[in-house]
């Protein structure tokens, strides 16, 4: 099968390249001239921006199936240049799916939106499903949510195939700073080279997320495609709540020095939502998928990622 992966540069694009690059010819898009380091596969320079662009990379690779994964995808970003969000998020997705009506029809679509689209309801402290409102609460989270919307309605319209995947918290090697596992992975990772003293800051311990290891999340991406099920919109999720206070102990116990852990007010969010899971019913009846991976030994071999990444920094 032919695949392109857009936002094959990224975290999880990355993963889902090597994951997928078995059996499978792979064609990774980037808006990078050149494709990035250790990226094993053919590699395309492509602009969800650009529909000329676009229409290029799908001549040359004639998929049969697109991961779209090219976003704006940090919050902060999306807060401080709403405009350009909205361009990558919600416009290049359109213009992604206009194309290959135009070229390509019977190719299947798998967008990739957030968990972050069901915002506020999940102040209701149950599983959410598919079937939950969205209340969006930020900028990208509203250009996700709008992305999905507008993909189902046009495909409809347009008679294709287009599968939405709303995954809630995934972590593992290769995540940037910015979410709570590589956060507090790479403080301890820099305290034990004592690049930064032994003193951990974190904000509110309590919120419980649900989190999935990235190798179990591309996987169910694959599932997805190798599986067909209908269109619609799909959860990836563990459906466990733990909290940062989990996370985080793991981490300590794993330390090779000791850390006193300190609460910084400046990272503390007072609107923050005390429980957010989503429910993975739908996914498993559909491709039987069920995260794999032990919690636990995922969150110590991303701290071991970022020892190496930290010791190479430092030229040790």
Known sequence: MKILVTGANGFVGRHLVDYLKEGHTIYASGRALTPPDNLDTLYLNMDITDPSSIKKALKYSTPDVVFHLAAQSTVRLAWEDPVSTVDVNITG?????????????????????????????GKLGEPLTEKHPCLPQNPYAISKFAMGQMVLQLSQKYEMEVIHVRPFNHFGPGQQMGYVVSDFASQIAEIEQKIKPPVLRVGNLNAKRDFTDVTDVVRAYALLMEKSPAAGIYNVCSGIARSAQDILEILINQAKVSIEVVQDASKLRPSEVPLFIGSNAKIYQATTWRPKLEFENSIIKTLNWWRDKVKINAGR
């Open 93 to 121: 997705t359109i213009n992604l799916l206009k194309a290959l009506r135009d070229m390509m029809p019977r190719t299947r679509l798998i967008t990739i939106g957030s968990s972050e689209e069901y915002g506020l309801t």
